[in-house]
């Protein structure tokens, strides 16, 4: 998951922002252009946008920025920033977007729009009203989060081909924890499960090791966009 002001780009109009009233408003912490740097699609030209707010305080958060601050700006507004990218490709994030009732909205007004639209969620909340043209990428939080508690597991039964599941690792334990949910939860039968490294505390090597002795039919990711531009906001 990924400024200021300066990173929301020009407005425009686009068609189907003029199908929306102006009063429906979310807080957004930054939209930008970067390279998706997880889940299936990384590598791609996309657009983020990052809503304001989490309930949520994982150990290992990389984008506490978005907890608080943003502007509050009409969806309709928010659809001629993204268009004027030229990008097709978009990814709502967070923070937790889907915190903000008005997310819903946001997402089906970019499929309307004819993007192709991903959403990343912590797997805390309900998936169940998602727009059925979203790719749903839901976390699951291993122990070392410190939010595991939170994982609503409701949420696996509403998972199709299209949706993803990510798991992000900081240890040994939090790798037999995932595997053991993964086959306990018949993940690997559901869709795509990703298992991705804290940056910085568990060595990317390790969990390829682990994965590989396990014969685990997951998908190693690191985060591309830290790889290419360290720490760096907007990217």
């Not at 807080?27 to 989490?54: K, Y």
């Not at 990218?85 to 008005?102: D, I, S």
């Amino acid at each position: 998951m990924k400024s200021g002001p300066a990173a929301l780009g020009p407005a425009v109009t686009s068609p189907a922002a003029e199908k929306l009233p102006a009063v429906r408003t979310l807080r957004i912490s930054e939209i930008f252009h970067s390279l998706q740097g997880e889940s299936t699609r990384v590598g791609l030209p996309t657009v983020f946008v990052r809503l304001t707010g989490c309930p949520l305080r994982c150990t290992w958060c990389d984008t506490a920025h978005a907890f608080t601050g943003g502007e509050s700006l009409a969806i309709a507004t928010i659809l001629d920033r993204v268009a004027a990218f030229a990008c097709p490709t978009v990814c709502v994030t967070g923070g937790e977007p889907l915190a903000q009732g008005n997310c819903q909205l946001l997402l089906t007004a970019l499929a309307d729009a004819g993007f192709s639209v991903s959403l990343e969620t912590s797997g805390a909340l309900d998936i169940g009203a998602v727009d059925p043209r979203v790719s749903r990428i839901v976390d699951l939080k291993a122990p070392d989060s410190g939010e595991s508690a939170r994982n609503r597991w409701e949420n696996i039964d509403l998972l199709r081909p299209i949706d993803e599941i990510k798991i992000v690792l900081a240890s040994r334990s939090d790798y037999d924890w995932a595997v053991a949910a993964c086959h306990q939860r018949r993940l690997f039968e559901r869709c795509t499960v990703l298992f991705s490294p804290v940056w910085n505390a568990l060595p990317p090597a390790h969990l390829a090791e682990w994965v590989l002795k396990d014969r685990l039919p997951v998908r190693l990711q690191l985060q591309l966009h830290k790889v290419l531009w360290g720490e760096e906001r907007g990217r």
